[in-house]
């Protein structure tokens, strides 16, 4: 059973708007979450993280939201640029040996049209 | 730069083949992580290693083996590959520490394997 769910495969948005990808997870355990970009060839890249002491973690365009009790994160890009046009996973772990162990989602395509 | 370098970037092997996908990394990170990349699957976690000479299975460890000897290297063998290991083979690594428990991994390119 997926402990981290990306509902959505895709987003399409228009250069200037928001893109905001939502994230679920399961486990209430989960104490830090993390958004990765992934450009095709390349290896994922560190976005933004946040810690469940926390409910917004903001970085110039990007921040995240996390939503403890309904177990829902999300992050919005303001305003979208095409050349964020990735990939993005959502990731999560607890405290402590393998639960420090990153689990991801399966992705949403984010594309931003010009 | 992740400080993290995989080689191949490519490869191609048959059914049966023994191949190795090597991970090296800069800084000695204590944790090393080996992941696949599936469409529709995301990322799964092969195997770990939290430091040199200890390896755990993640998610989906069989028909894989790792080593590590040297904290800077972390390869990861198919010894007899199969058409269900053509991937996109992902390395990682993190320092998994501070008070905040800050749990960042920095991935390296990846390498796409093709088993014919």
């Known amino acids: 059973d997926q402990q981290v769910k990306q509902n959505s495969p895709s987003l399409s948005v228009q250069e200037g708007r928001i893109s905001i990808l939502n994230c679920d997870y399961t486990?209430?355990?989960?104490?830090?979450f993390l958004w990765y970009k992934k450009y095709p060839a390349e290896g994922p890249t560190f976005l933004i993280s946040i810690s469940s002491i926390k409910d917004k973690n903001e970085d110039g365009r990007f921040t995240v939201f996390l939503n403890k009790s309904a177990k829902h994160l999300s992050l919005h890009i303001v305003p979208s640029q095409p050349g964020d046009s990735a990939v993005y996973f959502c990731?999560?772990?607890?405290?402590?040996?393998?639960?420090?162990?990153?689990?991801f989602g399966k992705g949403t395509k984010l594309s931003v049209k010009p | 730069d992740a400080g993290i370098t995989q080689s191949p970037r490519y490869k191609i092997t048959e059914t049966g083949r023994q191949v190795t996908l090597m991970c090296h990394q800069t800084?000695?990170?204590?944790?090393m992580f080996w992941y696949r990349q599936d469409l529709g699957h995301g990322l799964r976690l092969i195997y770990y290693?939290?430091?040199?000479?200890?390896?755990d299975k993640g998610e989906v460890p069989d028909g894989y083996v790792v080593s590590r000897s040297k904290t800077e290297n972390f390869p990861l063998t198919l010894e007899s590959a199969t058409r269900s290991q053509t991937s996109v083979y992902f390395c990682a690594k993190s320092s998994r520490g501070g008070l905040l428990c800050k749990n960042i991994q920095y991935f390296g390119a990846g390498t796409r394997l093709s088993v014919l």
């Open positions: 800084w000695s990170h204590s944790y």
């Open positions: 290693s939290a430091a040199a000479d200890i390896t």
């Open positions: 486990n209430s355990m989960f104490d830090y």
């Open positions: 990731a999560a772990s607890a405290r402590g040996g393998s639960q420090g162990n990153l689990i």
